[in-house]
């Protein structure tokens, strides 16, 4: 259980990061998503948004709803590995959502032990940047209020996770998988985030066909520490 104390900590850092939201929201581009997650939250970590219609997302949205080949969940895990309680920022990488190359940042808050709590992220969408006139309405200032609408199919987060671990099984081959695809699998799986959804493990066993303790196993190995041999069910 999380101490009081860093549970203030905590919150007076995620009031801070609202506000500096709101406030360059209200002069950002179109083009430019801005979001705050609540790691402590995954089901719903998304508690600030702002251009939530360039990804559907809104204030209540889950991690797992994140572009593709988003390199967040990679900060995460570097910082929850690293020592200090210094942020830990990813700047200035590619990401696809929906068809379109995004340009995104992240970076990963840490409190006074070093635990992440909270991820601060950035989605810039070039793509209409092509015509002058869209250059110039994607550059138009919003306003400092904003009314974020429901994206048309909620992002349910069992249909993200099956997404994630589909995909993951796509790319490292089906059908009668060895132990080095399965390890593979899982690399791909805990690179978008799934294991620190609740039931991530556990969907993602049944999957490969092994335990949960398998899969932890897995993990081990891809964090490089001494673990038991994983064994093949």
Known sequence: MTAPHLLRERQLVLSTLK?????????????????????????RSVVAIVNGQLSGRVVG??????PEQDQGFKALMRAARSDGCAPVVLPDYPTTLKGRTLRSATAILRDSEGTPFASLC????????????????????????????????????TVLMA???????????????????????????????????????????TALGVTRFTVYNYLEQLRGETAPAARDD
């Open 122 to 157: 950035v989605n810039v969408d070039n793509s209409g940047l092509d015509a002058a006139l869209s250059f110039l309405q994607h550059l138009q200032p919003l306003g400092v209020e904003q009314v974020a609408s429901a994206p048309d199919e909620p992002a349910e987060m």
């Open 163 to 205: 997404e994630i671990i589909d995909n993951a099984l796509r790319a490292s081959g089906h059908g009668r998988m060895n132990k080095q695809a399965k390890v593979e699998a899982v690399r791909v799986m805990q690179e978008r985030g799934l294991f620190i959804v609740k039931g991530g493990v556990e969907k993602a066993a």
């Open 19 to 43: 506000a500096a939201i709101a406030a360059i929201g209200s002069v950002a581009g179109r083009n430019m998503e801005i979001l705050l997650h609540d790691l402590e939250q995954p089901e």
């Open 61 to 66: 949205s889950p991690i797992l709803a994140a």
